[in-house]
């Protein structure tokens, strides 16, 4: 979320404009730099295990409200309704840790070790009724290292998610429909 507003805030060129944070935590770090960066928030607490249906209620009327055509979800760590999807009924974004379709949900790192992969990466998506299976707006592609661990593998990836997300949320903006793919340098053809 942080490397979104900075680059809407900081690129004079940039199709969109960070209008409202929204968050089912109210102690996100995320809430501070908004406030920060003069970025209205909106919060309601969820506690572990309790109902997302109050939240989602005002989460939507919060949205419809502020006239939000576009949310990426960034840190968010729950599943959104289809109702919600449908109500909201405007492009819902998301970055996944993983190459989708693989590893859809939790664990993403750890699973990709277990199964021997030799690449790993991240995806950014629309978000449907179904979990992490929207349409892939771009990909970014990295090689595992050799004896790394699913925590190496998440820190080494997180600039790369950062650089893929902005790029996304930039093309989809401009709707010019262009999907994106980011290889590591590290990732070269082996003869």
Request: charged content about 25%; hydrophobic content about 40%; some cysteine.
């Amino acid at each position: 979320m942080m490397a979104l507003i900075k680059d809407m805030q900081n690129e004079k060129e940039h199709p969109g404009h960070p209008k409202l944070v929204v968050s089912n935590n109210i102690n996100a770090e995320g809430l501070v730099f908004a406030k920060q960066h003069s970025i209205e928030t909106f919060t309601f607490n969820v506690e572990k295990n309790q109902d997302m249906s109050v939240f989602e209620e005002k989460t939507l009327h919060i949205l419809k409200k502020k006239k939000i055509d576009l949310v990426c979800l960034a840190g968010f760590m729950k599943i959104l309704s289809e109702n919600f999807i449908k109500s909201f009924s405007k492009p819902i974004l998301n970055i996944h840790p993983s190459l989708l379709p693989s590893f859809r949900g939790l664990n993403t790192h750890q699973r990709a070790l277990n199964a021997g992969c030799l690449i790993h990466g991240a995806t950014v998506h629309q978000i449907t009724k179904d979990l992490d299976n929207g349409p892939i707006l771009g990909q970014v592609i990295m090689k595992i290292a050799v004896k790394t661990t699913a925590k190496k593998m998440e820190k080494d990836l997180l600039p790369k998610e950062h650089l893929l997300y902005k790029t996304v949320l930039r093309e989809f903006l401009k709707e010019k429909g262009r999907k994106i793919l980011l290889i590591d340098p590290e990732v070269e053809p082996q003869n």
